[in-house]
């Protein structure tokens, strides 16, 4: 069998955390780090490789992007951070042109392999890396809303009092703050929530419309309150990016909710954002039509806006 083969650019602390990930869940064999401050990727790689007898088998090496041959799979992580008076648009057109110069070199070196981007905005960078990879749209995925949609069951389960593994439901349009909760599919138990909440013990001391949106509140807001307490988020995207990475290595034929390139679906076209999608070894083998209510429709469609005028201001 072949050895099914990682690449990750940036080892910021989301790279690090998703190759801690991957390494300990096994399902690749080879994991190749690629940072600019080459000295960070090769540190970082002897320290993972150190812990290789308490995991399943697994290389990590460092190098530069010519190292990245052969990759099954290229993840990037990297991106610039925002500096002080920078406006988000400058910063945009910045990560855009950092990909200019990173996706010509995987391209040179990995051209088959399937491009997974964290690097945000992750619906535009992910667009952007579509774009200059001229990859078929199917093997360009962004992270999108996975994590966000793990954040919405864990907030329902805590409520619930139910294992989160038992809950169901999506965040999906944009991975930031035009994203919204799919209530309409949302379940506990296979119960959709809002049937859920009639036969809860908690149903009279409860005020169902409030604690349903103080639950979105905290997914939307979430990623500003860790960032607030301790500077950065890490761990809760290397776990989502290693469920993509084993969904495309195992050919699980996963539906995960990830950023895909969005056609004739409510009348919006050409722009990535997140939906339900088949995740398999060829990337995505297709997007899910989810059937939305009215209000849903609308959030759909006020993303997609928003997405298509960001890509309009930085020229892509």
Known sequence: MLKPKVSIIGCGNVGIR??????INGCAREITLVDYFKDKAEGEAIDLSHGAPFTPAVTVNAGDYSNIKGSDLVVITAGKKQKPGQTRIDLLKDNVNLFKSVIPEIMKYAPDAILLI??????????AAYKISGKPANK???SGTLLDSARFRYEIAKHCNIDARSVHGYILGEHGDSEFPVWSKATVGGVNIE???MLCDKKQNCDHKAILNEIFSNVKNSAYKII?????????IGLALTRITEAILLNENSVLPVSVLVNNLYNINDVYLSLPAVVNRDGIRQVQQIEFNEMEQKSFVNSATVLKDLLKEIGI
């Open 18 to 23: 998703y190759a801690y990930s991957l390494m």
């Open 195 to 197: 049937n859920h909440c």
């Open 140 to 142: 360009v995925i962004g």
């Open 118 to 127: 964290a690097s945000n905005p992750v619906d535009v960078l992910t667009y």
């Open 228 to 236: 607030e307490k301790k500077g950065e988020t890490s761990y809760g």
